[in-house]
C-alpha cells in the first residue's frame, strides 16, 4: 500500500446491509495487518454527531428544510474529514466510511431535487477535495430493503426521519445512486445486495482486492 492510505465508502438505501459489510471488510483487512479506520456519515466525531441526532430525529413544529437539511450536512462532514478521515490516510491507515457524499448527491440532490451541480462542489469542499479511492453501492429493492430495516435491533422502535420517507423518496435514491455508478464507473462499484451476508461480503472483497493490487 502507498504512503497515503486509501479511503473506501458504503453507500446504498436503507437496509442494503452496508454496515455489516463494512464490518465485515474491517476484519479481513485487519487480518492481513492493515490498520484500519471505520466510522460514519453524518456523524464521526463528537460535534458531528450532534448535527447527526439533529439530522435524523428532528420532528416538530419547526420544519428542517432540504436546504437546511444539505447545509447540515456538508458541516458535519467538514468536521469529520478535517478530524478523522484526512489523518487517517495521510498516515496510511484505510478508512472505511459508512455513507460519504454519495448519499449527499442521492438524497439530497435525486430525491430532494436540490441542484446536483451546486451540490458537487459543495461535497467536494466539505471533503477537503478529498475522493473516495472506491465506493461500493449496495442495490437492493425498495421493499425488501425495509423489509430488512424493520428487522434491525439496534434502532427498533426509533424515528428515523429518512426512513420515514415514503417510498417514491426511496425509489429517488436508490435511482440516484445507480445514476452516480454509471457516471464514475472507475471508482463506483455496484454490488448485488441480495444473498446471505457471507455471499454479499465475497464479492465486497472481490471489489476491495483490486484496489491493493
Do not use: W
Not at 448485488?192 to 454479499?200: I, L, S
Amino acid at each position: 500500500m502507498s504512503e497515503q492510505g486509501k479511503f473506501i465508502t458504503f453507500e446504498g438505501p436503507e437496509g442494503a446491509g452496508k454496515s455489516t459489510q463494512l464490518r465485515l471488510l474491517a476484519e479481513a483487512l485487519r487480518s492481513r495487518g492493515m490498520e484500519v479506520v471505520t466510522t460514519r456519515e453524518p456523524g464521526g466525531t463528537p460535534l458531528a454527531e450532534k448535527l447527526r441526532e439533529i439530522l435524523k430525529t428532528h420532528r416538530g413544529s419547526e420544519v428542517l428544510h432540504p436546504e437546511t437539511e444539505l447545509l447540515l450536512m456538508e458541516s458535519a462532514r467538514s468536521q469529520h474529514a478535517r478530524e478523522v478521515i484526512l489523518p487517517a490516510l495521510e498516515r496510511g491507515a484505510v478508512v472505511l466510511c459508512d455513507r460519504f457524499y454519495d448519499s449527499t448527491t442521492a438524497y439530497q440532490g435525486a430525491a430532494r431535487s436540490i441542484d446536483t451541480r451546486m451540490i458537487g462542489a459543495l461535497n467536494l469542499f466539505a471533503a477537503g477535495y478529498r475522493k473516495p479511492d472506491l465506493t461500493l453501492v449496495f442495490d437492493l429493492d425498495i421493499e425488501s430493503g425495509f423489509r430488512r430495516a424493520g428487522l434491525r435491533q439496534e434502532t427498533a422502535g426509533q424515528y428515523d426521519r429518512f426512513e420515514a420517507e415514503n417510498r417514491s423518496f426511496h425509489q429517488r435514491v436508490r435511482e440516484g445512486f445507480l445514476e452516480i455508478a454509471r457516471k464514475e464507473p472507475e471508482r463506483v462499484k455496484v454490488i448485488n445486495a441480495e444473498g446471505t451476508p457471507e455471499e454479499v461480503a465475497g464479492r465486497v472483497r472481490k471489489a476491495a482486492d483490486e484496489l491493493f493490487i
